[in-house]
């Protein structure tokens, strides 16, 4: 029997162990790609925004911002889904090699320990407003999904 659990787990990477994993990925020469997010709520729009950006690279690495970081950004009544249930759940996803949370509210410090080959960003971005852009060899805007938000799924809830 194969421990999911356990596998999952495994891809929620602290920031110490975050340098081993790159190092052995670098020593085999293969493509890193950096995404991140609150992923408070994960819809349709994350999932396919997350296969497009892994399919840029052989590692795709998710940051994810901490708890205090969603309620700096979002507001007091964010994030809905803690920090280690929005790692899990993005952990479980096949095209996902690396979840890291951090705690600063952009990723500047986590880019500049990655430097990936690409970091991607959702189409309410452009390459200039790419935090990190510049420790990175491309930047990639995915366009987003119409229809689909975290915000709006949480005012369709509280309409119901």
């Keep these: ?16 162990n975050l340098s081993k994993l790159l190092h052995q990925w670098q020593f085999k020469n293969q493509t890193i790609v950096f995404t991140n997010g609150c992923f408070d709520i994960l819809h349709q729009g994350h999932v396919e925004y ?7 690279g052989q590692q795709l690495i998710v940051g994810v911002n901490a708890d205090e970081s969603v309620k ?14 929005r790692a899990i759940v993005l952990a479980s996803l096949e095209f996902v090699s690396a979840v890291v ?3 600063e ?11 990936p080959d690409f970091i991607v960003k959702g189409g309410d971005y452009t390459p200039e407003t790419v935090v990190g852009k510049e420790y990175a060899k491309e930047v990639v805007i995915i366009p987003l999904l119409d229809g689909f938000s975290t915000t709006k799924t949480i005012q369709s809830i509280a309409n119901h």
């Design 101 to 103: 949370v951090f705690e």
């Design 72 to 85: 700096r950004l979002k507001g007091p009544s964010r994030p809905i889904n803690s920090e280690y249930s």
């Design 50 to 56: 997350l296969a497009k950006a892994g399919s840029l």
């Design 105 to 115: 509210d952009t990723p500047l410090e986590l880019v500049k320990e990655v430097r």
């Design 1 to 16: 029997m194969i421990d999911f659990t356990a596998r999952i787990q495994s891809k929620i990477i602290s920031r110490t």
